[in-house]
């Protein structure tokens, strides 16, 4: 798979061609995701509980969001008093430089990284390796794709693309005393055993949030491995980073959001660890001595200030939407080109990236509600969708200020000019009958080739005869039948 | 910089509210499931949870533990044990020589080379523990240090059955942890474990391949 070519260089048509004719993948993504439906499905038994609870997620959500630059500030106060560091940035550059000056502060030549979407999102990984700084990604996930040069395809197992026999090349191929073999295990000890050495000698741990407490000043992640643990405990600087977004106002609010966190995502009661983390280390305590909180906005304020689209930001990036996701399922997550793929992401990254390099994925989604009904926060992703669509081939009125970046950008007028001519014929009963006639008595002149539609299907040739017309015929005979037997009768 | 790019983030925001009004937590619906379960109920649940991701968990007495440590550590090949001499668990042991004891130091932070290249394993106590989703509560400090239970590649964890609550709610309650937060507070639900290579479960990801329970009874 190393052959791939880079996602941005092609279109997302080209993307989805692409992935849509290699069966490996297609295969590897359909069994994966029956497997995380699966694993969903067995734990939420009771569907009157579960709805419950996503009903209390999706209330904490919103509460939060309802005051998020109140938490915010609470969040930065609570934790300064705690001891940690608060840095603001507004776009992916700013972040990275944060990160940045804080590894030159300390000398720090690497940088043990437990797993983080937002570190994806600015693409930090590159920006320090062009700065002298080494970045080693620790999830083992994420291990994977840095040495395959390779990209997430899904948020929670980000080398879902990848088999068996893949990560024995690579490990074969990159690790010190590993030979080829396709035994799990065994796999993952060399992995371990490679990572130990790397968090024993690292400057600097960066990791992302799953949830920010504005109460009391906590930074809690959640994980199953212990790479966020070993990034956040050994070396003597840890760094998290995260969107304004995933803060909370109260420590009750946690318990629900992590069990439908946990259980969305890969059907468990609880992750291995939950780790909050509400200071640095106190006097002959061990972990680090310093802990920064780099916040990122990055487009977040754009769906902020629109009620409907605000919605976006209550996402717990469990992925539910996009294991549960007919397209996703067939695509993978590489051909929607953007960090987070599926359903949310075709929702939130126009607002990271703007319409005009997202203008396709609000329409790449078959509306069939899945992603809805499955979401822990009921995050209404169908009318997003949309909303999104519809905010992609709208004219604003006039003194309208756009709600999003790249507004219009689907825009065209030959569209516009065929819907308006739709909507007249379909609202004038004689133009539509004048129409329905000419369509059946022409049929004889359709097109056998038509652009787009007849590459995979059959031309649409009109019937001979209209519906309209049939139950005419139809209701004629019947009424005729009906005399028939009036007058047998008489 | 950040400080700018602080204010112009909280004004968008602020801007960004409009007409929508904050809610409050008498807004919130829905509900969380709620348990009245007895303690016997409480330590069943608590060991199915635990034994369903592969934690070992062993019933044991306040006076019989020393010798169950002994005989696991036996049975599993493991020599050299972390402990901590100012705990419950280091003052029981400290008389019982056939275990190769190594105690945290003074300064936790001088073991660290020997704590990833020479230790077996360890015993740590638990603050307390969850039923729902069998769960050890642990806050980590300088006797017992947050490496204790992450670097050596078995942990075993010294858990009294009174201190099991039904759910995390329920133990944040109790303990009242909103009023303080200790630096770093822990749940550990089973041994490290990763599903990254094909969706194929391996255990001892980055930390203990191993969680070995010792449930002292009431």
Redesign the interface.
């Known amino acids: 798979m190393s052959e791939r070519i880079p996602l941005h260089n092609l279109s997302f048509k080209e993307r989805v061609d692409r992935d849509l004719n290699d069966p490996a993948l297609r295969h590897n993504f359909r069994e994966a995701m029956d497997f995380l439906m699966d694993k969903r499905k067995g734990r939420f038994t009771d569907d009157h509980q579960l709805q419950l609870l996503r009903d209390r997620g999706s209330s904490i959500r919103k509460r939060a969001l309802s005051k998020l630059p109140d938490l915010l500030e609470q969040l930065e106060s609570k934790l300064r008093e705690n001891g940690i560091r608060v840095h603001w940035a507004e776009t992916p550059e700013e972040a990275n430089s944060i990160v940045l000056d804080i590894a030159r502060h300390h000398g720090a030549k690497t940088m043990i990284k437990g797993k983080s979407m937002v570190s994806e999102e600015t693409e930090l990984n590159e920006f320090l390796e062009h700065n002298g700084v080494e970045a080693i990604e620790a999830d083992m996930g994420e291990f994977i794709l840095q040495l395959a040069e390779d990209k997430p395809s899904h948020i929670v197992m980000p080398a879902i693309h990848k088999t068996k026999e893949d990560i024995a090349r690579l490990f074969e191929q990159n690790l010190d005393d590993c030979e080829y073999t396709e035994d799990v295990d065994t796999l993952i000890q060399s992995a371990r055993k490679e990572l130990r050495r790397r968090f024993h000698a690292a400057d600097i741990g960066l990791t992302g949030v799953n949830f920010m407490v504005a109460e009391t000043g906590s930074l809690v992640l959640v994980e199953n491995e212990g790479n966020g643990r070993m990034a956040t405990t050994v070396p003597k600087v840890h760094i998290a980073m995260t969107g304004i977004e995933k803060v909370i106002e109260r420590l009750d609010d946690l318990p629900p959001l992590l069990t439908l966190l946990t259980n969305s995502a890969t059907g468990q009661p609880v992750t291995t660890y939950v780790n909050m983390i509400s200071s640095p280390r106190k006097q002959d305590e061990d972990g680090p001595e310093e802990v920064h909180l780099v916040l990122l906005d990055n487009g977040r304020t754009i769906p902020y200030a629109d009620e409907e689209m605000r919605q976006t930001l209550q996402c717990i990036r469990c992925a539910a939407c996009m294991n549960h996701c007919p397209v996703y399922t067939r695509l993978g997550g590489h051909a929607y080109g953007t960090t987070y793929p599926g359903p949310i992401g075709s929702i939130l990254s126009p607002h990271l990236l703007g319409l005009e390099e997202t203008k396709d994925l609000p329409s790449a989604s078959s509306l069939c509600g899945a992603c809805g009904e499955v979401c822990p926060v009921r995050i209404p992703i169908p009318d997003l969708l949309r909303r999104l669509r519809h905010e992609g081939v709208r004219k604003l009125k006039k003194d309208e200020a756009p709600v999003i970046r790249g507004h219009g950008a689907k825009y065209t007028h030959t569209e516009k000019a065929a819907w308006l001519s739709w909507s007249k014929l379909y609202s004038s009963p004689a133009m539509y009958r004048t129409f329905a006639l000419s369509a059946t008595l022409l049929r004889g002149l359709t097109p056998s080739k038509m652009k787009g539609w007849t590459d995979y299907r059959t031309s649409p040739k009109p019937a001979k005869k209209s519906l309209h017309s049939l139950v005419k015929q139809y209701r004629k005979q019947q009424d005729q039948y009906s005399e028939k037997q009036a007058g047998d009768k008489g | ?3 700018d ?2 204010n ?3 004004s ?7 007409d ?6 008498a ?7 709620h348990y009245d379960w007895s303690q016997e109920e409480k330590v069943r649940h608590f060991t199915d ?1 635990m034994t369903a ?1 592969k934690t070992e968990v062993h019933q044991t007495t306040a006076s019989h533990w020393p010798v169950l440590l002994q005989l696991l550590l036996r049975e599993k090949q493991l020599k050299k044990l972390l402990v901590s001499p100012a705990r419950e668990t280091g003052q029981a042991l400290q008389h019982v020589d056939e275990i190769d004891q190594v105690s945290i130091p ?4 001088d073991l ?2 020997e704590l ?1 290249f020479d230790i077996d394993a360890s015993l740590t106590t638990c603050r307390g523990a969850i039923a ?4 050890l509560v642990l806050w ?3 006797e017992e ?3 204790m239970s ?2 050596p590649p078995v942990h075993f964890a010294l858990l009294r059955a009174s201190d099991i609550h039904n ?3 329920d133990v ?2 109790a303990e009242g ?2 009023d ?21 479960l ?7 391949r191993e969680l070995i329970v010792l449930l002292i009874a009431n």
Do not use: Q
């Open positions: 910089m950040s400080i790019a602080r112009r983030i909280l968008r925001l602020r801007a960004g509210i409009g929508s009004k904050p809610r409050t937590t807004d919130d619906c829905g509900d969380v499931a949870a991701v003074e300064n936790p932070r660290k080379d990833f729902e989703t069998g769960s980590p400090d300088h240090p947050r490496a992450l670097v759910t995390l709610t944040m309650k942890w909103a303080g937060m200790p630096t770093n507070a822990l749940l550990i639900s089973g041994p490290s474990k990763t599903a990254d290579i094909a969706r194929i391996a255990y001892g990801a980055h930390g203990p």
